[in-house]
């Protein structure tokens, strides 16, 4: 029998629909049931690609004596952390708070109103048990005791990553950014790339920013390390050199064996990623993963509207990384006597170099190429063949029963991957990425925005309708600048700037000098959070502040640029101390010790010649142009000769109109300024 997840449209929610446990989706029906029956509320979180979500539905929610007691004394209810992250926000930092750890599933007890008071992550049945049994007794016999640590836990929840506000200090210094870079660098891996652990995460945001501070600073060693991570990713089993994509993460220190899930966010960012790591070091291999990955993400990941799915699972047929892994007989049956080469290249064994025997998880030494260079192949003609026998393999694979396709389409996600489709558009000119980019853009404002101009989380279904939270908007606006950059159609500038001044309205609190993460038309929920520090994904906050001094720099409006910095303040003197969960926050600081480049181009020829601007890696600009006066550092520049203007700290170069000349202003700082 079905119980009350029958009508969600989540693939997470639907998975547990007939489970025996009475579920309820997040709702006022199941709080008013709690209330009235004065029963505690089990709040399960979880995510349709979670491997140990499903090792604890079936130990758990599908077994009936679980089920019973769960049934008998609690009203549960079953949240996708993907599709209300704003409770999963909540829930997490009070089982952080009570056990200084996180992850997913994600479980608290609460009181009937949905104040925890006890929480954790998976559960083995009988603990599962025991621990209801325990919460119920007290429930019934101490009640008191509940109220008074939900009272103290609660007041926890809401005061977590407050900030103090600060004055903004008149600079930032260089000394400021190597106080945050010198202990990442001490806990950098030199032996197998990324940082001296494991499970290890790609992260895509720490190395953005370690390689625009190794290049702006000219740290070779950063800039050294860097690379060395990005190629020890691209060669490892974390990414899937059949199909393309990246894993959410390796369970080992070398990068070998992925938790086999991919994220659409993961790989949105890791796109942008490698290209801008191709613009300042060009690597084939990066172009590779590029051109593989979006390929992926069009062929599997891409709805005929043009929005993008959230993520694929880890397992097929109940077991994880079965569709990905290969025995060395099937690649000799697949590849016939090209098998040999590839069997090295891709370090394949009989043995296998996984748990199971003879299983084998793809993956390439870091110099493999070096193979196409012994068999004498050249860099084109290696290309080709690499690309036909993993055509080959793709074809075999695509027989498997696939991994489960989580379809939301989540605002936030979809953007995010749109920049990843123009960054690698203005890196590689391939027009397709622009169109995609397009396309998607278009699907989030014809369809994912409501007439008044309110931002949703994932389409509008018949049972709920999600209103955007601030990282929907934040990377939205993020993939409206990028397009226009990419076009300098000033349409999208119009839609960012219309979105910006929604956040300012509904979302800023002036007296924390800080972004609340929903809206103050957003349902309420115990309490209403800030989104401060830098995860695998940037924090809401540290994006809109990007966006903001975009934005204010573009149209030239003050406020936008002051907020910008006064929330930056606010949270400098916490950067020192983790640098890595305020990476994006540092991107930031960067563009404040080593400026920013306005970069116009104007006339006839600007789109070709901002396409030339494009390949000389420069990562502290924004860039402009066009042939109409939409923009105030625009007005009086426009004629019918091609011109570039190089503008920074409100003092503007003198035109010039080509490419040469344009790297001398930038790169030769002695040229005269005027």
């Known amino acids: 029998m079905s119980n009350n997840l029958q009508n969600e449209t989540s693939p997470y929610l639907k998975q547990h629909q007939n489970n025996p446990v009475n579920w309820y989706p997040w709702g006022e029906e199941a709080f008013t049931e709690a209330k009235a029956a004065n029963k505690l509320v089990i709040v399960s979180i979880g995510y349709s690609a979670c491997h140990w979500c499903h090792v604890m539905e079936r130990e758990s929610f599908e077994n009936a004596g679980v089920a019973a007691v769960m049934n008998a004394d609690f009203v549960s209810i079953k949240v996708d952390r993907e599709e209300r ?340 558009y203005r890196v590689f000119n391939e027009e397709r990425y622009l169109q995609t980019a397009i396309k998607n853009a278009n699907y989030i404002l014809n369809t994912l925005q409501t007439d008044e101009g309110v931002l949703l989380h994932q389409p509008a279904s018949a049972t709920k309708k999600i209103e955007g939270f601030l990282d929907d908007y934040a990377f939205t606006i993020d993939a409206l600048i990028a397009l226009y950059e990419a076009t300098f159609d000033i349409t999208w500038l119009d839609h960012a700037k219309k979105l910006v001044n929604y956040v300012l309205t509904h979302f800023y609190d002036s007296s924390a000098a800080a972004f609340y993460y929903t809206s103050d038309v957003a349902e309420v929920l115990i309490a209403r959070k800030f989104e401060i520090m830098d995860n695998v994904i940037p924090a809401s906050n540290s994006v809109i502040i990007h966006q903001l001094n975009k934005l204010g720099l573009l149209f030239d409006i003050p406020r936008y640029k002051m907020i910008s910095a006064q929330v930056l303040a606010n949270v400098f003197p916490q950067i020192k101390r983790y640098g890595s969960a305020y990476s994006n926050w540092s991107i930031r600081l960067l563009e404040e010790v080593y400026g920013v480049y306005e970069i116009a181009v104007t006339g006839p020829e600007c789109v070709p010649l901002r396409k030339q601007i494009d390949q000389r890696y420069l990562p502290n600009k924004i860039i402009l142009g066009g042939n109409e006066e939409g923009l105030p550092l625009l007005i009086g520049r426009i004629n019918e000769h091609t011109k570039v203007f190089v503008c920074k700290n409100n003092t503007c170069s003198l035109p010039v109109d080509n490419l040469r000349d344009f790297e001398k202003l930038i790169f030769e700082p002695e040229i005269e300024k005027g």
């Open 85 to 424: 992250p704003d409770i999963d926000q909540i829930y997490m930092t009070a089982v952080q708070l009570m056990t200084n750890s996180g992850g997913w599933p994600l479980h608290c007890i609460c009181l009937p109103d949905g104040r925890p008071i006890y929480g954790g992550t998976y559960f083995r049945p009988d603990d599962w048990k025991n621990v209801l049994g325990q919460l119920q007794q007290m429930w019934m016999n101490e009640p008191n005791v509940a109220f008074d640590y939900a009272d103290r836990l609660t007041q926890g929840i809401r005061t977590s990553e407050q900030l103090n506000i600060r004055r903004a200090p008149e600079s930032y210094s260089i000394t400021d950014l190597n106080e945050i870079v010198n202990p990442w660098r001490a806990m950098f891996d030199k032996r197998e790339g990324g940082l001296q652990r494991a499970p290890k995460f790609p992260m895509p945001n720490n190395w953005l920013f370690l390689l625009r501070y190794g290049y702006l600073s000219n740290d070779k060693e950063i800039l050294a390390h860097t690379h060395f991570t990005l190629r020890s990713m691209a060669s490892g089993g974390i990414y899937d050199h059949v199909g393309g994509g990246f894993a959410r993460y390796a369970i080992d220190s070398h990068w070998h064996v992925p938790h086999f899930e991919k994220m659409l966010y993961d790989n949105a960012q890791l796109v942008s990623l490698f290209a801008e790591a191709y613009a300042q070091q060009p690597d084939p291999l990066y172009k590779r993963v590029v051109e593989e990955t979006l390929a992926w993400v069009s062929r599997e990941m891409t709805a005929d509207t043009g929005g993008f799915y959230a993520a694929l699972d880890a397992d097929s047929e109940g077991v994880e990384g079965k569709f990905y892994t290969f025995n060395k007989k099937e690649i000799e049956e697949v590849l016939g006597e090209d098998a040999a080469l590839f069997v090295e290249y891709f370090s394949i064994t009989p043995e296998g170099n996984w748990e199971d025997e003879g299983i084998n998880v793809l993956k390439t030494a870091i110099d493999a190429d070096r193979l196409a260079v012994d068999a004498g192949y050249s860099s084109e003609e290696w290309a080709i063949y690499l690309g036909q026998i993993k055509a080959k393999l793709l074809a075999y694979r695509s027989k498997r029963v696939r991994p489960g396709l989580d379809d939301k389409i989540l605002t936030s996600w979809n953007a995010l991957m749109i920049k990843g489709f123009v960054d690698a």
